[in-house]
Every structure is written in structure tokens, then in C-alpha cells.
């Protein structure tokens, strides 16, 4: 790499206006949007920086006149040496400047960069502390030599082959030897935009020519043969055919990289022109959000000395308040500037593929790569990549197996960053315990690996910045004002903490009700809702999923004609898109409630239902929801005004961040100057609702003692299996590093951690999962734990310990008598257990879908063990006297409904076939296609399973899309669902590179019920995937041509 030095850059001109020489130019820094100055040698002047150089491809040594027609130009080079040595006060380093000009002018050429050229700049290296005044006498050299470099026209440097022809023996041998040493190393490679940065991972230190030897060399040689002789080989170097505009926009690109890398390892004041990111960021955050400035709390938290030092953070603010944008370029700070990879871990499906899609734009831009790890999807061990830095998006359970693998593997610390979204989480069941296991061992085995923890509803942070190492920042900062209410019978009353009851009187409701619409609407919920609809959007928040349909049907029956003409070609076309989606059928009560502008949102509805309606509500078409509370965890779908139809979710009384979360979707940023929530109150309830608006929130607890098989006996397995721990003691010192270890005095009083501890491993002996071994030799030594092939396989493919041993006698008796005349068998293999206690078969469907099996699928019911006479007998209602596993009945019924599926693909036909609901369906296809996957990688630790290998690999996929194979490709891409996927490929977008090179603007004129920003997000997320495949690709056939270094017989 040439040594970094003046950077001429300059504007076209046509060639006969350019001028050979030129006054002084003026320095300025480009290197780096925000350039420090610093002061200069006499105190005078500020002297700015110099950037890394690098010139234009075209036309870098100026005119494109012929050599042969400037006969000075040797004169001018030789005038310019003699007056070089001649000189006896001119500073050593002005030297450099001059010689590096011309030498880092001429490997750059050779190397293909281009910059801007209307810029001219300098920047010194800031590593070897170069200062330089603007008045230095040193500007008649550097007049000069920006003189030479604009008279040299990429089209004379054939001529340097002509003359070494001609030249004598010895004046051959002396350039082929200044060749070798400037040409031969740099030409033949072709930098990367890393190169630009000194610190970049393959790039060169820049070489010191401050030495005696440099001295030498300069009086020794000819600046003319350096020319010469590097102009040569750059002639015989091959020209990549790049796009200049391209090429400018890489160069630009990387080097506010580079600025952004230094300024974030050296922890400096300086960091870039936005928060250490290129100045491209902040343009993609306005171009794709809209986002033109931070708030002053992002700010704030970006600026944080622990962030600078890397420290782990948990911040905490209102729902709405602004978190995600601070994750995002600490993530984008990670990927872009420290060059590691990022793991984002989000609590639900839908929420990853909502940012994936999102992310997706950013990553096309600033070239790193989203993958996604939800449900069915991921690669374990991720693929390594050599180049390009990837961000993980995964859900709670994906994030755990993807962090098991890397460190499996011993690349833990390829993993740079993690960040949590709503880290309340830990203290939710199940999946708070997998949550918990996951980020104890990040901590545990990795010393470099930060960790970045969010949430709007925290109360013991003291507990989570123990088990984390973390600092805290917090901040009640809201975009739009949110304020309280509560309602009982006609009143509304303010929240109001400081008074004695927690209200205050606010107004009354002005609204006259009739006798009939008082029986109908007792809680006044019409003339809360059109104090702001159509106008405005709002939230009703029900109990139940029957309470949603009841109230959205309840609202339009009652409101006025002209609701309906609000926007009201859109509503029509969106029961149609709803009618395609159900391939004819579409819900009643939405059919009766979407022309009003009003929907009701709950798991009851597909995939594709939802999205639709959430679309919908999104660009104002419906103007009022009714949801349950799911809603408020899920897809950010703010309102004007948030109503909550009673304090409770389902029978149990609402909790306090319960309430946050709902109350937090009431304002919209931009748009709304203020939001409202009101809680319907019953008066019986009104105590209740008093503490429950002035209690703090709810305490975060470990869940890993009340989760067994799932929580500490997991985590157990996992830590021998991974060899994270493998003595008692280290099992120990590992389980104190958990949130447990921190609250283990609040949670545990019966027994102490390390009994707990014991207790968990001698239970995973017995299930035949570990195994304690004592050396032969010495009796003294500490017992050893291993973990058996099963446990091994248990832990592998996040199987539940309470069903990994009927998992492999299952698949052990299936390998007696696997039945593959169709895929029934396989399917009951892959029904999720859990899935099993919530299902009341019907028996008359069930004898009918048994009658209308083959004679060969009989045949499987009979060998997972359910009896037709048992089938017939409770259809009929007769006594049964032999006993049956109703749990091995119920996993045979929901199989019956993967394999009409599968058969039919329609979400719909078979709902109404099983008498379920579509959304139940739904959930089913969703859980299958993720427990077949655990399946596959459970049978790929067992030898003997080696049969499901390939046979699970397919179902899974076929589980997973659950759609023709033709829209499978269509659906890979993120955000594209069965019907998107359907209306693209009769438009003529059949593959995933169709849609990768698609246009936008004519996606939205081709495809209903497209928007602009929706097609921009589809071809993102189709370009991010075919990237992925396409590296993927690449990287494999780099492996299989790489060279191996033991090679018998070589040194």
C-alpha cells in the first residue's frame, strides 16, 4: 500500500481550458466529515488533515494530449529532483509529501480507486503525527508536482514500454529493480475498499519513509525512472471495468469507515460524521424513515462513556420513546466499524420478519448481510463468512441454538454484539428461562461479546445490571404526550398520582344514547370511538378473541351511513384482497365491519389476514381495531386514542406492564400532538384499578427453577454437552454467574443453588442424558461429567427434556415400520407434544378422516397405537373399556389436519373441514414446521436415525410454506406471503433473482394492493437473500479450492 499522502483532487475540465500549473490549493478536509484540526507548528493557522489518497479512474495524470506533444514534461520531472537535492533546508518531510504524491498517485491508478473529483483535500496521517501549515514554503513543490500529475493523461503510458526498448542494459537492470520494489506487490493486487484504512484487516501499514535509507534511495534514483518504471507495469496491469459513479461511491463509503473504525478503537472525542458512522447512514435513515434528527435522549445514550468503552447496557423508556433507533446504530457502529457480527433477538415471528424486512435496505446499502433465524429457518453453525459481516435477527428460542453453535464451535467471539429487545422477557416462563440460559452463557464464554438490553417496562434493574455487568440509562422521554384517563359509567377522570385516590374529575361523556343503544353499549364504547374516528385511529383493546369480533360488529352496526364512505373504494378493495387470500371465503363479520373502517386483530386469523388488515390500519384505510393484547407486544401499530375494553386478559387481572404496553400505542409521532388511553372501569373493580395505575411495575424474576425441563435441567445439559462446565464446581461457578445465582436468596429457601444443582444433574443421570465418570487411576480426582449421545441430541435440537425420551421411542419404532406411501407417518412424528393438551377432537370428523384414508395410512394409525374400534366407538358414543394415551389420540388428530394441509394447502378449507379456527390452523402449520425442524437436527446426532435425515428435510420445508412448490422460491423472501406470493408469480416474477432486479415503481403498478414502500421492502429483502445464497455459494467453492497446508511431503 503506498504511503498515505496528498490527496489532489480536482474538477474536469476540458482539455483545452485546463491549465499546467496552478496557484497553491487551499487544504480541505474530506476524508472525514467532521475532520479535527489541529493547531499548526508556529500557532498561526489550523492545518487540517490528510486523507488516504486516491484518484479519479479516468484521466488521473490529466489531458488526454500524447506524450511525443509535451517534450517538457521529462525536463519539468528532472528540474524538480535537482531542485529537491539541491535544496538544503527543505524539511524531510516535505520530501515525502512530494515523492508520496507521485507514488501514491501511481499505485492508485494501478489499484482502480476513484474519488470525488470537484474536491480537493488534505489529510495527514494521523498515526505518525504529521503537521503541516497552509502558508509552508513547501506549496511551490507541491505546485509543481500537482502540475506533473495533471500533465500525465492515462493514454501516454505505452510510451514508457517504447522507451524501455530502447534503453541500454544497465539502465534496464536499474528500473526493472525500482520496478519490483513499487510495481510488482501492489499491481498485481486489487485493493478492497478496506484498503483505504491503514487499520483495515488486510490492508498494509503504511510504509515509513522517513529513514536514511529513504534519503539514499532518493538521491541514489531518478524520480523520472520511478515514473518510468512504475508507469510501465501499472501500462501491463489489467483495468477492472467497474462503473465510475460506483467506484466514487466505495471509495466515499469506505473511508468514512475507516475515520468511523479509528475514531470508535481509540475512544476519542471525534466520532465521524454520525456517531462514528459513515454520513450514508444517516442519509438511508432519512431516505427509508424518514428520520431527519435524533431526539436528545438518543443522543444522550449514543454519547455514553460506557458505550464508548463498550461496556453492557440496559436502557429503559416509554413504549414509542425512540429505543430501537439508538439498537440500530450501535448495531450498524458494530457491523460497519468494528467488523463483527450481530446477534438481535426479538421476541416473537412476526416481529423478526417485520425487521428483516426493515433492515434488509440498510444492509443492500452498506453491504452486510441479514439472515434470518425464525421458526424453521437457520443455518447451525451459521456459515462463516470472509468478507461480509452478518446480522442475525432470531427469535428468543433460534438466538439460544444459534449462540450453542458458535460455541460449539469456538466462534463465540465472532460475535461482537448482542441486543435484546424487550428484556422484561426473562421473567415470562418458559421462554424467559431459554432467554436467560442464553445470555448467561454469551457472558460466561465470551469477554468480548457486549451485550445491549432494552424494554419500556423494567422495575428491578439492580437485579438485571448484576447478572448482565451492565450500566443503566433510563429516561421518561415521550414523542407525543400521553395522558390517562379512566371511565366509569359516564365519567372520565384524569390519572392523576398526586392526589389521594390516584383520579381527578375530567368531563362527562356527551353523547345521547337511546334506550335500545344502552342494552347494546352499556360501556359507552360508541361515543368513545367516534370522538375520534374517521378522522383518527384507535385501539380497543378486549379480553378475549370473541370479545373483539363482538365489539367491532357491535360499533359499525350502530354508527352513522356516512362512515362508510370514508376511503370507501379502498375498503372494497380490501375485502377483495381478503376474499383472494381465503380463496373465495372470507369472515363474515369482517365482511359486515370492514366497509365502516373498523377490524377486529387476534391469532384467530391467518398470516395473510393479518398483514392485510395491519396494512390497512397502517395507511389510515381502517380507522379502529379491536385487538386483544397481543397486539400491544407485537407489530408497532400505533392511535390517537387507546380504549381498554376492562382491566383483564382472559380471566386474570391486568398487570401493570400488561397496562404500559397497551396504554404506550396511544400518540403517533409526527402526527398526533397528544395521545389518550381510557380504561373502562366496572365499579366493583375500582379498587383494583386504583392500585393497578399507582403500583410500580412488576418485579423481574428468574423463571429457571419454575421452568424445570425447559428452565434449569436444559441449561444443565447444555454446559456439560457444550464443555462450558464439566466438574461440579464448574457447574457451580457457572449457575452463580445466572439471574438466578443473583436473586437465588429470594428464589430458592428451601434449598440452596449448589443442592438445586446437584439435584438437576443427578436427574439428568438417570434420564440416561449425562454421565459421571472418576479416573481409574487416581480415586482422589474430581467426578467428570459427559453428556451421552442422546442428551447430546436432546440439547442439539432444543428438544423438551420432558419428551426426549419418547421422541426416540417413537422414532425408534418407526424405523420397525416406517410407513412412506405418503408423508402421514412422518407427520405424526413431527406434531408438536405440546401442542396436544389443547386439543378436543371431534369424533365424528375423526372416524370420517380415518374412512377416508388409504388402506396403507390405516395401517399407521394402528402403529402409533390408536385402535379403529376406538375411533368408531367414541364416535358413537359407546363405553370404552380399553385404556388408550388420549395424548397419543389428540397428536394423531392434529396430524390429520398437517396432512389435509399439506394436501390442500388452504388454511381455510380445512378450518371449516376440522371445525377450527383458521387462526388455530394456522398456529399448528406454524409450531409443525419449527418442531420438525428440532426433529432433523435431533436425528442428525443419532447415527441410527440416519434415515429421517432426508425425509425431514422435506417435510420441514413443505411445513414451513405450506404452498405449491412454484411459490416457495417467492416465499423464501421476507414479508412475501401466500397471497403476495400468488399475485407476483402470475405477474411474471417467478424466482427470486425476478424479484431481486424487479423495479419498484412498476411492482406497485403491476401488483394490487402494493404501496411503494412495501415493494422497495420486497425487492430489499429478495437482493439481502440472493446475496446470502450467492456468498454462500462463493465461500464454499473458495473452501473447496483452498490449498491444504498438510500436504504430505511439503515443508
Not at 450501535?330 to 425487521?355: G, T
Not at 434449598?751 to 434420564?767: A, F, Q, V
Not at 380445512?910 to 394456522?922: L, P
Request: a neutral charge; glycine letters at 6%; one cysteine or more.
Amino acid at each position: 500500500m503506498a504511503e498515505p499522502s496528498l490527496a489532489v483532487r480536482r474538477k474536469s475540465r476540458p482539455a483545452s481550458t485546463r491549465k499546467r500549473g496552478r496557484a497553491p490549493v487551499q487544504p480541505s478536509a474530506v476524508c472525514s466529515p467532521v475532520a479535527p484540526k489541529r493547531p499548526s507548528s508556529d500557532g498561526e493557522g489550523p492545518s487540517a488533515e490528510i486523507p488516504c489518497s486516491n484518484d479519479s479512474e479516468e484521466d488521473m495524470f490529466g489531458d488526454p494530449d500524447s506524450f511525443y506533444g509535451n517534450s517538457s514534461f521529462l525536463a519539468q520531472v528532472d528540474d524538480i529532483e535537482q531542485k529537491y537535492l539541491q535544496d538544503k533546508n527543505t524539511d524531510i518531510k516535505a520530501g515525502e509529501i512530494v515523492l508520496g504524491n507521485l507514488q501514491s498517485g501511481i499505485h492508485q491508478k494501478k489499484d482502480n480507486f476513484s474519488t470525488s473529483e470537484n474536491m480537493v483535500g488534505f489529510k495527514a496521517d494521523k498515526e505518525e503525527g504529521f503537521q503541516m501549515n497552509e502558508n509552508d514554503p513547501v506549496d511551490s513543490n507541491q505546485e509543481l508536482t500537482v502540475s506533473i500529475l495533471d500533465d500525465l493523461p492515462s493514454s501516454q503510458l505505452l510510451y514508457f514500454e517504447e522507451v524501455n526498448e530502447l534503453s541500454s542494459d544497465s539502465r534496464l537492470s536499474s528500473i526493472s529493480e525500482i520496478r519490483n520494489k513499487f510495481v510488482s506487490s501492489s499491481s498485481v493486487k486489487i485493493r478492497s475498499p478496506s484498503s483505504f484504512c491503514p487499520d483495515a484487516e488486510h490492508g498494509n501499514r503504511p510504509t515509513d519513509f522517513s529513514s536514511d535509507s529513504k534519503c539514499d534511495l532518493l538521491k541514489a534514483e531518478s524520480l523520472k525512472d520511478h515514473l518510468k518504471s512504475a508507469m510501465t507495469g501499472n501500462a501491463k496491469a489489467q483495468t477492472l471495468q467497474v462503473s465510475k459513479t460506483k467506484q466514487l461511491k466505495e471509495a466515499v463509503l469506505s473511508e468514512e469507515i475507516c475515520v468511523a473504525r479509528k475514531a470508535i478503537e481509540s475512544s476519542s472525542a471525534d466520532i465521524g460524521p454520525f456517531y462514528g458512522l459513515p454520513s450514508k447512514v444517516k442519509d438511508l435513515f432519512r431516505q427509508f424513515r424518514g428520520i431527519e434528527t435524533l431526539y436528545e435522549w438518543q443522543h444522550a445514550c449514543l454519547m455514553l462513556e460506557s458505550l464508548q468503552q463498550r461496556k453492557n447496557l440496559i436502557y429503559s423508556l416509554p413504549t414509542s420513546g425512540g429505543k430501537t433507533l439508538v439498537a440500530e446504530i450501535i448495531i450498524l457502529q458494530e457491523l460497519l466499524c468494528r467488523q463483527k457480527d450481530v446477534l438481535m433477538i426479538l421476541p416473537y415471528v412476526a416481529i423478526v420478519q417485520e425487521k428483516i424486512r426493515g433492515l434488509s435496505s440498510f444492509g443492500v446499502e452498506l453491504d452486510f448481510l441479514v439472515e434470518e433465524y425464525a421458526g424453521s429457518k437457520g443455518r447451525f453453525p451459521p456459515l462463516k463468512r470472509r468478507k461480509k459481516k452478518s446480522l442475525y435477527i432470531a427469535t428468543i428460542e433460534k438466538g439460544h441454538a444459534l449462540v450453542n453453535s458458535l460455541i460449539e464451535t469456538e466462534r463465540i467471539d465472532d460475535l461482537g454484539l448482542v441486543v435484546v429487545d424487550e428484556l422484561h422477557m426473562l421473567g415470562e416462563g418458559s421462554r424467559g428461562a431459554t432467554l436467560e440460559i442464553t445470555l448467561a452463557k454469551i457472558l460466561y464464554t465470551s469477554k468480548n461479546t457486549q451485550i445491549i438490553g432494552m424494554s419500556a417496562t423494567l422495575n428491578n434493574v439492580g437485579d438485571l445490571q448484576k447478572f448482565l455487568q451492565a450500566e443503566y440509562y433510563t429516561n421518561n422521554f415521550r414523542p407525543v404526550e400521553l395522558k390517562e384517563y379512566i371511565k366509569i359509567r359516564d365519567t372520565i377522570y384524569a390519572v392523576d398520582s398526586k392526589t389521594e385516590n390516584g383520579f381527578t374529575f375530567s368531563r362527562l361523556l356527551n353523547f345521547k344514547y337511546s334506550s335500545n343503544l344502552e342494552k347494546a353499549d352499556p360501556d359507552h364504547i360508541i361515543a368513545l370511538v367516534t370522538e375520534v374516528i374517521p378522522e383518527y385511529s384507535c385501539l380497543i383493546f378486549c379480553p378475549t378473541k370473541k370479545n373483539c369480533e363482538n365489539v367491532a360488529s357491535m360499533v359499525c352496526k350502530y354508527l352513522k351511513k356516512e362512515f362508510r364512505l370514508h376511503r370507501e373504494k379502498e375498503k372494497q378493495d380490501l375485502i377483495q384482497n381478503l376474499k383472494n387470500i381465503g380463496n373465495g371465503s372470507i369472515c363474515p363479520v369482517l365482511k359486515q365491519t370492514i366497509p365502516f373502517g373498523i377490524a377486529y386483530h387476534h391469532s384467530g386469523l391467518t398470516n395473510d389476514e393479518r398483514k392485510s388488515i395491519e396494512e390497512a390500519y397502517s395507511t389510515g384505510v381502517l380507522c379502529l381495531l379491536a385487538c386483544t393484547a397481543t397486539l400491544a407486544a407485537g407489530v408497532n401499530l400505533p392511535a390517537r386514542r387507546v380504549i381498554l375494553r376492562a382491566p383483564y386478559v382472559a380471566n386474570d387481572f391486568l398487570k401493570k406492564s400488561q397496562y404500559k404496553q397497551m396504554i404506550g400505542r396511544a400518540g403517533r409521532a409526527g402526527i398526533d400532538s397528544a395521545g389518550e388511553s381510557i380504561l373502562i372501569v366496572q365499579e366493583k373493580d375500582k379498587h383494583l384499578v386504583q392500585d393497578l395505575v399507582n403500583s410500580p411495575l412488576e418485579n423481574c424474576y428468574s423463571n429457571l427453577l419454575v421452568e424445570l425441563t425447559k428452565g434449569i435441567q436444559s441449561l444443565l445439559l447444555s454446559l456439560v454437552g457444550l464443555k462450558i462446565a464439566v466438574t461440579h464446581e464448574e457447574v457451580d461457578s457457572f449457575m452463580c454467574s445466572t439471574l438466578l445465582g443473583v436473586q437465588q436468596q429470594l428464589l430458592s429457601n428451601e434449598k440452596s443453588l449448589s443442592e438445586i444443582t446437584k439435584d438437576g444433574l443427578e436427574n439428568l443421570i438417570e434420564k440416561g442424558l449425562l454421565k459421571e465418570r472418576t479416573s481409574a487411576k487416581d480415586h482422589n480426582s474430581k467426578c467428570t461429567l459427559t453428556i451421552t449421545l442422546l442428551g447430546k441430541a436432546t440439547y442439539k435440537g432444543a428438544i423438551d427434556l420432558a419428551y426426549c425420551n419418547l421422541l426416540y421411542r417413537e422414532l425408534k419404532k418407526g424405523l420397525e415400520g416406517l410407513v412412506l406411501e405418503s408423508n402421514l407417518h412422518l407427520l405424526y412424528l413431527a406434531t408438536p407434544y405440546d401442542m396436544t393438551f389443547n386439543c378436543s377432537p371431534d369424533w365424528m370428523i375423526y372416524l370420517r378422516q380415518f374412512n377416508q384414508l388409504s388402506a396403507a395410512e390405516q395401517k399407521v394409525v394402528d402403529v402409533v397405537g390408536v385402535p379403529e374400534s376406538f375411533i368408531t366407538k367414541k364416535a358413537s358414543g359407546q363405553a370404552i373399556r380399553k385404556n388408550v394415551d388420549s395424548a397419543v389420540v389428540n397428536r394423531l388428530y392434529l396430524s390429520f389436519v398437517l396432512y389435509a394441509l399439506l394436501k390442500e394447502t388452504n388454511i381455510w378449507s380445512v378450518s371449516e373441514k376440522f371445525n377450527m379456527s383458521r387462526g388455530y390452523v394456522q398456529n399448528l402449520l406454524n409450531s409443525a414446521a419449527s418442531f420438525a425442524s428440532c426433529v432433523l437436527h435431533f436425528c442428525e446426532e443419532l447415527e441410527e436415525f440416519w434415515v429421517y435425515k432426508a425425509l425431514l428435510t422435506e417435510l420441514t420445508k413443505q411445513l414451513t410454506y405450506c404452498v405449491k412448490t412454484e411459490l416457495i422460491p417467492l416465499m423464501e423472501v421476507a414479508g412475501v406471503l401466500e397471497a403476495r406470493a400468488k399475485q407476483l408469480y402470475n405477474a411474471g416474477y417467478k424466482t427470486l433473482a425476478h424479484l431481486a432486479n424487479a423495479n419498484p415503481e412498476t411492482l406497485v403498478k403491476t401488483i394490487e394492493h402494493l404501496s411503494r414502500r412495501q415493494a422497495k421492502q420486497i425487492v430489499s429483502s429478495a437482493k439481502m437473500l440472493l446475496s446470502e445464497k450467492a456468498e454462500a455459494l462463493q465461500e464454499e467453492v473458495e473452501e473447496l479450492l483452498k490449498v491444504p497446508t498438510d500436504i504430505p511431503g511439503t515443508c
